[in-house]
C-alpha cells in the first residue's frame, strides 16, 4: 500500500497518529546517571560498591525479562515471539522488536515495574546495602524510558499499535 501524503504517514493499513521523539539530552543524562549512583554509593559504603553495581546489571534486567516473558505468556503467546532482549540504546533489556499492542505493552511495563520493586524490597534483608541500592537504581534506571511512552502516548485511543525506534516510538491506529 502506498504512503498517504502529507503527515498521515502509513503502515501497512495502520495510520501514524503521533511520533514520540526521544530527546538526545535525556539519554545522554541517562548514561551519566550510573556514574553519579556509583560514585555515590563509593562514598557512603566503599569501594566494594563497584563489584555489586557491576553484579546487579544483569541481575535486575534478568529479573525484568522473567516478569516481562511471565505476562506477555498470561496475556496471550503470540506476542512472546515480537519481543527480544536488546542491548542497543536507548532501549536496552527486554522489548518489542515489531510493533505491538499499545495495551499489551503497558500491562507489560507496568507489571515489570512493580513486581520488580516488590522483589528489590524483599532482597534486601538477605543482601548488601550496597547491592540492594544498586539493584534499585538499575531497575529504576532501566525502566525510566520503557516508562516514557505511557505518559507520551496517554491521551491516545487504547487500542493502538506501538513500534519502537532507535529515535522515536511510533503510535499506529488500524
Sequence with gaps: MPAESGTNATFYHYRLLKKLV??????????????????????????????????????????????????LVIINSTYRKRWRFTRRLP???????QYVAYSVYRRVQ???SWIGLIIVAIMIPWSPMSFAFSLFFWHVWSMALRLYPLFGFKNQPKEGMIKFNEEDISYYMP
Excluded: K, N
Excluded at 23 to 46: C, D, N
Excluded at 91 to 97: H, N, R, S
Design 91 to 97: 532501549w536496552i533489556g527486554y522489548m518489542p522488536d
Design 110 to 112: 507496568i507489571h515489570t
Design 22 to 71: 526521544i530527546p538526545r539530552t535525556l539519554v545522554h543524562s541517562l548514561l551519566t546517571l550510573p556514574l553519579i549512583w556509583l560514585a555515590a554509593e563509593i562514598v557512603l559504603f566503599s569501594w566494594t560498591s563497584i563489584f555489586f553495581f557491576l553484579l546487579a546489571i544483569p541481575v535486575a534486567l534478568w529479573i525484568q525479562y522473567v516478569i516481562a516473558r511471565s505476562v
